[in-house]
């Protein structure tokens, strides 16, 4: 046993001196050291799905965007060099400081020395400088230079410089604006150029997850692409009485303002228009005019620099469950008139307070911000068929609209018919309503001199010193027409009656619970 263990260390320790001995012999038969090559592993290379790539579409977009600088004049120099923020102008530091050196080289690399500098000289007059107020961004919708932006944007410019996204600078002038739905259309001259130019989606179509892509100029910083999901539809942000915005979570910053949202096929579904935000900064909650919306407002201001809407000229409210009980409505949708103003088209018409507009030609109305903005969408002078609930009947009127005032003032309640004379008791407490009520000083409703705090009326916020005009839509002039009328509602099965509350604000409806006791 032990020997064979010898014979074998010996025959590897000759085979081991016959491959040194090779070695050595390849060695002075070459002249070149052999060399003796390790095995190691291939670069990591994972097989995995792939992530659809945005480069197409933002390839074939991103000459139809555009940065928007816009300017205003001013009447000093040093305002007009305070474009940084600090606090003077950097035109009063010597010529050799640093930072104004910094500054004057800051501009020339973004394009704005030059044009500053012909600023200047072209308006040296008592109109005052040019100045950069505000950076933006907007979208070629023609191929002869009309551009898209948000009215914010422009508003406070005197004049408009657009940059498109190979760095060239072009003078445009203002076509037409509006601030009801914070849009701009702005013009340059082509010169023979034809520009690249998108088109709108069918933002109908759109899904809550689908993909977006926004293209702008955020910080002033140029052509940037950010990409993300559309999060919602309808968002109602209180900017206006046609709020209807996309909300999507791709990141938009200031200066994305104007800039579009696009589908994967190249289309705009929406403008960028503001963002919800504590900071500044995006937090991925941005809301963008849907396309539908701004294709038509945009064409009349290519075409007549201004938009008319229709008019209906009715102070409305929503319809509340509560209030939808009170009068015998079947859901709570639709639109309660509050007030016909004077002479508007919904008063001619015969639409009265108290009505609710529950369709307009034949299509049901959402609420208040549904039936403003389908009003408004149409032309002045189309006559259109309104659906209304009255008296807990359904009953139709045909209104001829008018055309919207520039600036539409809330209407006021008026009551047209007589005041009739005071009931010698001058107060009566309604306990079921948490409410004590006593004359008007002028003769028209019953005065609310308290209110229970434990109340319902309380909780919808009734006060001290407003006025009950109408209880169900019918006028009231003390404390026993609306005890009067609240039983006649329990009678008719009802759980609560509607009650028109007058006050410094304005008029309003309430439903109040009448079954209490």
Do not use: C
């Amino acid at each position: 046993m032990f020997r064979n263990i010898k014979d074998t260390l010996s025959r590897s320790t000759a085979m081991k001196a016959s491959v040194v001995a090779g070695l050595a012999v390849a060695a002075l038969a070459t002249g070149v050291p052999a060399v003796v090559t390790g095995a190691y592993a291939d670069a990591v290379n994972v097989q995995a799905p792939q992530v659809p790539s945005f480069a197409n579409v933002v390839d074939a977009v991103s000459p139809a965007v555009v940065s928007v600088r816009v300017e205003s004049r001013v009447n000093s120099v040093a305002d007009e060099d305070d474009s940084f923020g600090l606090g003077r102008g950097f035109d009063d530091l010597p010529d050799d400081h640093p930072l104004k050196k910094f500054f004057r080289q800051f501009e020339q690399q973004q394009g704005r020395g030059q044009q500053r500098g012909q600023n200047q000289q072209k308006n040296s007059d008592d109109k005052g400088h040019l100045r950069p107020v505000a950076q933006g961004s907007g979208f070629f919708v023609s191929e002869d230079g009309y551009i898209v932006t948000n009215n914010h944007v422009v508003s406070d410019g005197a004049a408009f410089v657009v940059v498109l996204n190979d760095g060239t600078e072009l003078d445009a002038k203002l076509v037409g604006k509006d601030s009801r739905t914070d849009l701009a259309v702005l013009k340059v001259d082509p010169k023979g150029k034809k520009f690249t130019y998108v088109g709108w989606a069918d933002d109908s179509k759109v899904r809550v997850g689908d993909w977006v892509v926004a293209v702008g100029n955020p910080f002033g910083l140029g052509g940037t692409v950010t990409a993300g999901i559309v999060s919602a539809r309808g968002r109602d942000i209180h900017s206006g009485p046609y709020d209807d915005y996309i909300q999507i979570d791709a990141p938009v910053n200031k200066g994305n303002s104007g800039g579009p949202t696009f589908n994967l096929n190249g289309q705009v579904v929406g403008i960028n228009t503001a963002i919800f935000s504590q900071s500044g900064g995006s937090v991925g909650i941005a809301f963008a005019i849907p396309a539908t919306t701004a294709k038509d407002v945009v064409a009349d201001l290519i075409k007549t620099g201004t938009v008319s809407r229709g008019w209906l000229g009715v102070q409305i409210q929503p319809v509340t469950k509560d209030i939808a009980e009170s009068l015998g409505l079947s859901e709570a949708s639709g639109a309660l008139v509050v007030s016909p103003q004077d002479g508007s088209p919904g008063q001619k018409a015969g639409i009265k307070n108290g009505d609710v507009v529950t369709a307009v030609n034949g299509d049901p109305v959402k609420d208040p911000r549904d039936l403003a903005r389908r009003i408004g969408a149409m032309q002045p002078g189309s006559k259109v068929e309104v659906s209304i609930w009255r008296a807990g009947k359904s009953q139709s009127v045909t209104v001829e609209l008018g055309t919207l005032p520039a600036d539409q003032n809330q209407a006021s309640n008026d009551d047209s018919q007589p005041s009739q004379p005071q009931q010698p008791s001058s107060e009566k407490a309604l306990a079921d309503l948490g409410l004590t009520v006593g004359p008007s000083d002028d003769g028209k409703g019953v005065a609310i001199t308290a209110v229970d705090p434990d109340s319902d009326a309380a909780d919808k916020g009734v006060k001290e010193g407003e006025k009950i005009t109408s209880v169900n839509n019918q006028q009231v002039s003390n404390a026993g027409d609306i005890a009067k009328i609240i039983e006649q509602a329990k009678k008719d099965g009802r759980t609560r009656a509607l009650f028109q509350i007058q006050s410094g604000d304005g008029s309003r409806f309430v439903a109040l619970p009448i079954n209490a006791g």
